[in-house]
């Protein structure tokens, strides 16, 4: 086991969360007393293990307003981008070559969306305004008659700005063109309804609500319309032929649990996590020169992405890292040192893109935590800036 003493208040939770013991719990009996393959039909192993992802299909669907027919398991959501995105372009190509999606999409939207430009397929970015939303006129106006996919997530993965799902649907449907959302911030965290919210398509992933990694699904619209799909992995034709590996209980029982109890809990959390991203903020912007990234309420309760203005921003990490795990950018790019672009579409400059801290709270984050972290936010800032006050100018 790695050491774990002394680690830093974690506050990276749109990166991934820890597991919730109720959740490990409930996967605990299809590792090694109910292991079957649930594609075995001749015995009661088979039977067992195919029960339990019945019932976590009807679940999973239950919680969007799909039906369980309508629910495709993957590994993720970057996998479950890439079926739907993929997948319908592979299926429409007759009907029209144009996708739209917007630019702070995550990564597993875009590049996808820019393999398909290499086959010759066209691809419109949307811009943002500055508080992160879409405008919606922008999204009408990109729409023609060669359009077969729009791509727009629910919630954004670095600044927690919730897009208008309900009327995108809406505007797509009314052109003819297939929706798909990213919801892998939003499932369990905001309501989510297929139905009354125009959606044909829709990624998921168990990770980041307290789930295991390596689960997900991706829900197809069956009825008005039926979206088909070309299949990206072949095999044994599992999962009507979509997405052909044998499932894993664990993780499929494991995710439905974090799903159900994100829901059931939903609205109870999000006043909570409200009301420490408040007390963040209200300790952070006592300083000067700190600005707020996103729309400030229309955003995920636990979301906190700040631009610090006269410092530097890897010496910003450095400084918060002691204390705490947080990230500057999206997770999956800060590989490569480049400024996040998610912030480069809300017209942040290069320098303040670099000096971006996000904060995700979570489910096991406290007052306390928070309290400490702003602490150790406010010295490193104000330190900082000191040691820019004393070098000479050149
Ligand atoms: C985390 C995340 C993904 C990737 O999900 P995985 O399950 O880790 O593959 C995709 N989109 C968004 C918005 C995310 O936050």
Same mark, same amino acid.
């Given at each position: 086991m790695p050491e774990t003493r002394?680690?830093?208040? =974690? $506050?990276d939770c749109h990166a991934t969360t820890p597991m919730d013991e109720r959740v490990l719990a409930a996967m605990?009996? =299809?590792?090694?007393? =109910?292991?079957?393959?649930?594609?075995?039909?001749?015995h009661p192993y088979g039977w067992e293990a195919e029960a339990a992802v019945k019932q976590a299909r009807e679940s999973i669907a239950n919680a969007i307003d799909a039906?369980?027919?309508?629910i495709v398991w993957t590994s993720g959501a970057t996998e479950a981008n890439n079926l739907a995105i993929k997948g319908a372009a592979e299926a429409y190509f007759t009907k029209g070559r144009h996708i739209v999606t917007v630019a702070t999409e995550h990564n597993a939207v875009l590049d996808p969306c820019r393999y398909l430009e290499s086959l010759g397929f066209e691809v419109t970015i949307l811009p943002v305004q500055s508080d992160g939303l879409l405008d919606l006129d922008d999204l009408e106006k990109a $729409?023609?008659?060669?359009?077969?996919l729009v791509s727009v997530m !629910? !919630?954004?993965?670095?600044?927690?700005v919730l897009q208008s799902i309900e009327s995108i649907g809406e505007i797509c449907h009314d052109r003819g063109v297939l929706f798909h959302t990213d919801a892998a911030q939003a499932i369990g965290k905001i309501p989510l309804n297929v139905r009354s919210q125009n959606i044909d398509l829709m990624s998921l992933t168990a990770h980041k609500i307290y789930g295991p990694k390596g689960i997900g699904a991706l829900y197809v619209r069956r009825?008005?319309?039926r979206v088909k799909l070309a299949p990206q992995q072949h095999g044994g034709g599992h999962e009507r032929g979509l997405r052909s590996g044998t499932l894993c209980p664990p993780q499929i029982v494991g995710f439905a649990k974090a799903v159900e109890l994100g829901i059931s809990e939903m609205s109870e959390e999000t006043q909570r996590l409200t009301q420490l991203r408040q007390r963040l903020w209200n300790k952070l912007s006592q300083l000067d020169g700190i600005y707020l990234n996103g729309h400030p309420e229309r955003r995920l309760s636990g979301n906190l992405n700040i631009s610090v203005e006269g410092v530097d921003g890897q010496a910003l990490l450095l400084g918060l890292q002691p204390v705490v795990a947080v990230s500057s950018g999206s997770a999956c790019t800060? !590989?490569?040192?480049?400024?996040s672009h998610v912030l480069a579409a809300l017209g942040r400059s290069e320098t303040l893109a670099y000096a971006s801290v996000r904060f995700g709270i979570g489910r096991f984050n406290t007052a306390e935590e928070i309290d400490l972290a702003a602490e150790q936010a406010r010295s490193t800032i104000e330190s900082l800036r000191r040691v820019t006050l004393l070098r000479p100018q050149a």
């Amino acid at each position: 086991m790695p050491e774990t003493r002394q680690r830093p208040i =974690y $506050l990276d939770c749109h990166a991934t969360t820890p597991m919730d013991e109720r959740v490990l719990a409930a996967m605990m009996p =299809y590792f090694t007393e =109910y292991f079957g393959n649930p594609a075995s039909i001749n015995h009661p192993y088979g039977w067992e293990a195919e029960a339990a992802v019945k019932q976590a299909r009807e679940s999973i669907a239950n919680a969007i307003d799909a039906t369980p027919e309508e629910i495709v398991w993957t590994s993720g959501a970057t996998e479950a981008n890439n079926l739907a995105i993929k997948g319908a372009a592979e299926a429409y190509f007759t009907k029209g070559r144009h996708i739209v999606t917007v630019a702070t999409e995550h990564n597993a939207v875009l590049d996808p969306c820019r393999y398909l430009e290499s086959l010759g397929f066209e691809v419109t970015i949307l811009p943002v305004q500055s508080d992160g939303l879409l405008d919606l006129d922008d999204l009408e106006k990109a $729409l023609r008659e060669d359009t077969i996919l729009v791509s727009v997530m !629910a !919630a954004n993965n670095e600044i927690g700005v919730l897009q208008s799902i309900e009327s995108i649907g809406e505007i797509c449907h009314d052109r003819g063109v297939l929706f798909h959302t990213d919801a892998a911030q939003a499932i369990g965290k905001i309501p989510l309804n297929v139905r009354s919210q125009n959606i044909d398509l829709m990624s998921l992933t168990a990770h980041k609500i307290y789930g295991p990694k390596g689960i997900g699904a991706l829900y197809v619209r069956r009825r008005n319309p039926r979206v088909k799909l070309a299949p990206q992995q072949h095999g044994g034709g599992h999962e009507r032929g979509l997405r052909s590996g044998t499932l894993c209980p664990p993780q499929i029982v494991g995710f439905a649990k974090a799903v159900e109890l994100g829901i059931s809990e939903m609205s109870e959390e999000t006043q909570r996590l409200t009301q420490l991203r408040q007390r963040l903020w209200n300790k952070l912007s006592q300083l000067d020169g700190i600005y707020l990234n996103g729309h400030p309420e229309r955003r995920l309760s636990g979301n906190l992405n700040i631009s610090v203005e006269g410092v530097d921003g890897q010496a910003l990490l450095l400084g918060l890292q002691p204390v705490v795990a947080v990230s500057s950018g999206s997770a999956c790019t800060s !590989a490569k040192i480049e400024p996040s672009h998610v912030l480069a579409a809300l017209g942040r400059s290069e320098t303040l893109a670099y000096a971006s801290v996000r904060f995700g709270i979570g489910r096991f984050n406290t007052a306390e935590e928070i309290d400490l972290a702003a602490e150790q936010a406010r010295s490193t800032i104000e330190s900082l800036r000191r040691v820019t006050l004393l070098r000479p100018q050149a």
